[in-house]
């Protein structure tokens, strides 16, 4: 392992005249709340990635679990989707965010407000957080959802969501402001944007879509607006935010394009909600919209592109090259999701592809890469470098945790090709008018095929994963239990 | 290998641990000509940024009311009901079967001549026919449907498309005509048969009305 | 940039762009329109949902009918295959969307467009047995049986003029018939009101015999 080079802190005064904690004070200021948030994240991935192989299931089998009114298709998919987003991907960002802003700013949680019970309080949200996800998720079960896409939670359950986000979120944006580093990293700047937007997203799209609902005519640029914000403007930046801080430590080697970076990111801030547009293109939208849209999606090869220079382009020695640390190897898949994710948008955006690719498999394999991909990949990295060190000890089990990444990894791109491949196929034909549209559905067929192996791939990947927490966990619970600590 | 978690100081401090190396120019250059490219194609795909003009490509600067798009080949919309509604006995290549389905190609009933008029399609079309008939020299003894259940919109292309393809050169039939021969029809129930149609004089539809039928 | 004020603010003013464009704007401008006159009925385009509809919107939105089904005709200048497959006689503009309390426009084509599925498939009766099993009526089809929208009961005097045509399989054994519940009544109602073909200032309504002969 290569020699630490940072700056260590220990418990002597720094300029700023505060005292600057080490690490592992640090770490058990937050370690309660994080394990609630990361334990839960990974339970509801479980469930979504079952959800998920249940409809890709009856893509090809429509009346498998055909008898039940309530596990049709659309009522699943929704569920499926939201849970990816609020349960697993929301959930994890939250905490691998406030771990990693509480570690870049160097201060314990209990330094700020004068220590005013922040671990419970954010075990509070946190469980706050869950049981809105929980009793959202049982609501569109049962028939109560909004019918928004992505935001179909009944309005008391996004009321508690936001809520829930604010008692945390204040945390990581007072964190920084009473940070004990000096300069301010570009992880934390991409961490303070996206605890800010998160708030003005959801609201804002809650308010206008199901709160008090503005006229439909005007509905469709919201949402899409709402689909690419949450994407582009809370997940990825804390998925950023992990690989530009946590990625040069782990391979030894430091960001050396800080400018590029600072571009990168207001260029982010820029095209991120414009970039939902590619949803609407050609859609009933005035033309500037259309085109906004197309502009956007091409434009957001721009930030994709300065990630890749930045994080490839670091100077790195033969050590860092072969580290095979779980944590890198899933941060650099990120990083090339994300290129993937730009190159689709970028192709799909243009409006003669749109025209045919636009409401097929290449759309949905857009948004999996995204959110498998792009998101979930750093986050896992996240978490399998956070746990064990809030632990204190090692606690993964090796073998478990190689499996995951292989399984995690090959089933994404599985997924996402074959949904791309698929969609290319069936857009094609749909451009044919002579072509029906029945036909169409069985030519779809062996794609769908493919991407139920892909998605049970993904499955027993979420579920290695919590099998492997589970017992990371326990073991802590019952090693702290048995020596009294 | 395993990690060794406890010894990792993952921790803030971020002097010296970023630093700033000179951008290439093909970089910006590159990322200069991508977002001039965006300012570009905003300004001439946006309908001049108005609120009513729907269509990307309408370049509307001077203001004045929307624009209409081009209109959508009948043709195309022919095609396709032909495929779905035609090919079964009337074959793709429009050449029917021998002794059982009267050909398109060439023929007279689709084309006109001097003895059979648009106006004899079209009722062909909206009550079917029965009994014996005769195309191009030869005799037919089948039985066609109706397609009164077409909305005028869909007769007018399906003959609009069949007049246009395989070497037929025949006008496009106007979906008002379609409306005034069912309304004059109205009363019948039964498919023709050639005789009842052969004694209805031939008419050719009026000229085509200007393009701008429908409200502006 | 470092400190949390100068970055908020940053933060807040570059964000505020796609605000702007994309919530202020449309709330603003598209929020605020009304429907025309009708110069033939007298009445509004689009014209106004009858209750039936109203309550099969909430339907339509619980049942995730959104997950497969889109409800937009797409620009002209993008591509023609909407209108040429007949799923529409002209591309769709947000004043089409004025009746609706949801704008359930779509990602995804797994099933047939259906915003003018009330011109295309007229008839009530179609779309029960559709809703009842899709998969009888058009061989193939991935949407699955809504089967809870109806009750078979037993037959009472006479069939009901409400009891579905059933053939086959799906038939109710004999002395019993299925008929809809209220709720599938609000659907297909509201799927019935789904018509976009009347014509608009901002879009008018191409004739397709109307273009010259080529």
């Known amino acids: 392992m290569s020699e630490n080079t940072f700056p260590h802190h220990h418990a002597d005064v720094t300029h700023e005249g505060h005292v600057a904690m080490d690490s592992r004070a640090i770490d058990a200021s937050v370690r309660l709340p994080i394990i609630v948030l ?74 700020i407000m004068g ?118 403007l809370w997940l990825l930046p804390v998925a950023l935010a992990a690989i530009y801080s946590l990625l040069p430590r782990l391979l030894g080697c430091h960001l050396n394009r800080r400018n590029l970076a600072t571009l990168g990111f207001w260029l982010l801030l820029l095209l991120g909600g ?21 502009v956007a999606g091409v434009l ?27 944590p890198s190897k899933f941060l650099i898949m ?77 089933g994404i791109w599985m997924l996402v090709s074959i949904m791309v491949l698929g969609g290319l196929f069936t857009g094609l034909a749909l451009s044919d008018p002579t072509v029906s549209f029945l036909n169409i559905t069985s030519y779809a067929y062996p794609f769908h095929l493919m991407e139920c192996a892909a998605q049970l791939l993904l499955l027993v990947a979420a579920l290695i994963l919590g099998g492997n927490i589970t017992r990371a966990l326990a073991s802590d619970y019952l090693f702290n239990k048995n020596t009294g600590k | 290998m395993n990690h060794d978690h406890q010894n990792n100081k993952f921790e803030g401090g971020g002097e010296g641990t970023e630093t700033n190396r000179p951008l290439s120019p093909w970089l910006v250059g590159s990322f200069m000509l991508a977002l001039c490219w965006g300012g570009f194609y905003l300004a001439f795909n946006s309908g001049g940024f108005r609120q009513d003009v729907y269509e990307t490509n309408v370049v509307n600067w001077a203001g004045g009311g929307a624009q209409a798009a081009a209109p959508v080949d009948p043709k195309v919309i022919g095609k396709r009901l032909y495929t779905q509604n035609c090919v079964v006995c009337h074959q793709s290549t429009g050449l029917g079967v021998a002794g059982q389905f009267p050909p398109l190609v060439g023929s007279e009933w689709v084309n006109s001549d001097s003895k059979h008029g648009d106006n004899h399609l079209v009722m062909l079309m909206l009550n079917g026919l029965q009994g014996s008939m005769q195309v191009l020299g030869g005799s037919y003894n089948n039985a066609m449907p109706q397609w009164k259940q077409l909305t005028d919109d869909q007769i007018a292309a399906i003959l ?29 129930n039964e498919a023709w048969t050639q005789a009842q149609l052969m004694a209805m004089a031939p008419v050719k539809q009026p000229a085509a009305a200007s393009a701008a039928t429908a409200t502006k | 940039m470092h400190r949390l004020p100068t970055l908020l603010s940053g933060i807040f003013m570059v964000f505020l762009t796609s605000w702007l464009g994309l919530v202020a704007y449309p709330t603003l401008q598209l929020g605020r329109l009304s429907p025309v006159a009708d110069p033939e009925t007298g009445g509004t385009l689009p014209s106004v949902y009858g209750g039936q509809a109203v309550a099969g919107q909430r339907i339509y939105a619980t049942e995730g009918c959104i997950s497969c089904h889109s409800q937009q005709v797409r620009q ?76 078979v009961r037993k037959i009472q005097g006479q069939r009901s003029d409400e009891a579905l045509d059933l053939k086959g399989a799906d038939a109710p054994k004999a002395g019993y018939e299925v008929v809809p519940t209220a709720e599938a009544k609000n659907l297909v109602a509201y799927l ?13 309504v191409k004739k397709a015999g109307a273009a010259q002969a080529k």
């Open chain 1, 274 to 294: 414009w970039n939902g547009m590619d949803r609407l293109i050609g859609g009933p939208v005035p033309a500037w919209m259309t085109s906004a849209g197309v």
């Open chain 3, 76 to 151: 002209l200048s993008v591509t023609n295959t909407d209108i040429e497959r007949g799923w529409g006689t002209r591309p769709s503009v947000a004043r089409d969307y004025l009746r609706d309390s949801t704008a359930f426009l779509g990602s995804r084509r797994l099933g047939q467009d259906l915003s003018n599925v009330g011109v295309r498939l007229p008839d009530a009766k179609w779309h029960y047995v559709h809703l009842y099993h899709p998969s009888a009526v058009c061989r193939g089809s991935l949407m699955p049986s809504f089967r809870d929208l109806f009750i």
């Open chain 1, 38 to 111: 990361f334990g839960n994240a990974v339970h509801w991935l479980v469930v979504a990635a079952a959800i998920s192989f249940i409809l890709s299931i009856k893509l090809i089998a429509p009346e498998f679990l055909g008898g039940i009114s309530f596990l049709t298709y659309g009522r699943l998919a929704p569920m499926a989707r939201d849970l990816m987003i609020y349960g697993w991907a929301s959930q994890a960002a939250l905490a691998g965010g406030i771990w990693l802003m509480a570690r870049l700013c160097g201060r314990p949680l209990g330094t």
């Open chain 1, 334 to 410: 990120g990083v090339y999701s994300l290129l993937g994710v730009g190159l689709l948008g970028a192709l799909a955006s243009l409006p003669d592809i749109s025209a045919s690719v636009r409401f097929t498999g290449v759309t949905e394999g857009k948004t999996q890469l995204w959110i498998l991909g792009a998101i979930s990949l750093p986050l896992f990295g996240v978490l399998y470098e956070a746990i064990p060190q809030l632990l204190g000890r090692d606690c993964w089990n090796a073998a478990l945790s190689a499996r995951h990444y292989i399984l995690t990894v090959v």
């Open chain 2, 160 to 188: 609009t498309y069949i007049r246009s393809d395989w070497g037929n050169k025949g006008d496009a039939i106007d979906p008002a005509f379609v409306a005034t021969i069912r309304k004059e029809q109205a009363a019948q």
């Open chain 1, 115 to 232: 220590g005013v019970l922040h671990s419970t309080l954010l075990v509070c949200a946190a469980v706050l957080w869950n049981v809105a996800v929980l009793l959202g998720t049982l609501a569109i079960f049962a028939g109560y959802s909004t019918g928004v896409e992505w935001l179909e939670y009944p309005n008391w359950a996004s009321a508690m969501l936001f809520l829930s986000f604010l008692l945390i979120g204040i945390w990581a944006v007072l964190l920084f402001d009473r940070r004990t580093t000096g300069r301010a990293e570009v992880a934390q700047w991409y961490l303070v944007a996206a605890f800010c937007w998160f708030p003005w997203v959801y609201g804002t799209a809650n308010l206008l879509l199901t709160w008090k609902p503005v006229q439909a005519s005007a509905q469709g640029p919201i949402q899409s607006w709402y689909c690419g914000s949450i994407l582009s």
């Open chain 1, 300 to 326: 957001f090869m721009i930030p994709v592109a300065i990630v890749m220079i930045n994080i490839l382009g670091m100077p790195r020695n033969a050590e860092s090259l072969a580290s095979q640390a779980i």
């Open chain 3, 192 to 204: 019935l009101s789904l018509r976009h073909e009347y014509p608009l200032p901002e879009a008018p």
